[in-house]
């Protein structure tokens, strides 16, 4: 196995702050190679409801698939 080059993870957050609902909170992730490129680029925007927000399982599936792979993820729990 050749390692190509770094990948850099960053988890970004965004915080929306209501007098009815109180705080919402959003998860993305911005993902750049060693070399500067963009990899993958969610943008967490969170909102009293349909925040743009994605689960860590999320992320990897597209990080994944931004990586040329199409993952089957096989779960041993049922
Ligand atoms: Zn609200």
Known sequence: MTIHSNLN??????THECDSCG??????????DGYG????VLTPVA????SE???EEEIM???LTALGYNAN???VWE
């Open 9 to 14: 993870i960053q988890y970004t957050e965004d």
């Open 47 to 50: 909102r009293c409801w349909n």
């Open 37 to 40: 490129n963009s990899i993958l």
């Open 53 to 55: 927000s994605w689960t």
């Open 73 to 75: 993820i096989k779960q």
């Open 23 to 32: 705080i919402s909170y959003a998860t993305g992730v911005t993902v750049t």
């Open 61 to 63: 599936m597209k990080l």
